[in-house]
């Protein structure tokens, strides 16, 4: 997990309320990616940004939205929208290339009644 | 498009034993395969990537992954199971010359070692 920041560990919110997940990383990484993981479902990619102020939605984006200002922070915002938005969230984040590894954060657990 | 397949939900193996975790991938082209585990409630860790060259790829903590290009595979393998290793492992492929970096996971397999 060293390197890559995740808060809050866990996250409680009423429905029909945006809520915003943190990611930050200090290892000079210049893309950033946010999966949700469900039960069974393994890891769906929301988001994902490989340049400061650029990003692309995932397979699962709607919902969700996303900023990358600078390049060690990239902020989820779980808007109202998202019809099912209990979940565990992960941030990852590498170096640029298509041959690199992602480093994951350690998780937000969003639950959401 | 790109696609991976784990085709057992779960695998029990005896502490000491040899253990494997199989992935199949599908993308049109070549590769770059990766293999990662989880332990409840944390991140992913990498354990080690096949990019080119020697298809037995050694990673960390003593796991290995031998690359088929014929059969599509990239099992994961390690010689002597501890009971540590029980955790969630994920296989996951990229194309290579694909234009972004994104990953494509399997859903995961759940390796138990039974001491």
């Known amino acids: 997990d060293g390197g890559i920041t995740q808060s809050p560990k866990y996250l409680f919110r009423k429905e029909g309320q945006n809520v915003t997940l943190s990611c930050e990383q200090n290892?000079?990484?210049?893309?950033m990616y946010w999966y949700r993981q469900d039960p069974g479902q393994g890891l769906r990619l929301i988001y994902y940004?490989?340049?400061?102020?650029?990003?692309q939605k995932g397979d699962i984006a709607e919902g969700y939205s996303v900023s990358r200002e600078k390049k060690e922070s990239f902020p989820l915002t779980v808007t109202s929208a998202q019809k099912n938005p209990t979940a565990f969230y992960l941030c990852a984040s590498s170096i640029g290339g298509a041959s690199y590894e992602q480093y994951f954060g350690p998780g937000t657990r969003l639950t959401v009644t | 498009a790109q696609s991976v397949a784990q085709p057992e939900d779960q695998v029990n193996v005896a502490e000491g034993n040899p253990l494997t975790v199989k992935c199949t991938y599908s993308?049109?082209?070549?590769?770059?395969l990766f293999w990662y585990v989880q332990y409840p409630n944390r991140g992913l860790q990498f354990l080690l990537k096949y990019i080119t060259g020697d298809n037995l790829v050694k990673g960390s903590y003593g796991f290995e992954a031998e690359f088929n290009k014929s059969q599509t595979s990239f099992h994961l393998k390690k010689p002597s199971a501890l009971v540590s290793d029980s955790a969630l492992y994920f296989c996951a492929v990229r194309r290579v010359g694909a234009g972004s970096y994104q990953l494509t996971f399997g859903k995961g397999t759940k390796l138990s070692v039974i001491p």
């Open positions: 993308v049109s082209g070549n590769p770059y």
């Open positions: 940004s490989q340049i400061v102020n650029d990003f």
């Open positions: 290892l000079n990484h210049d893309a």
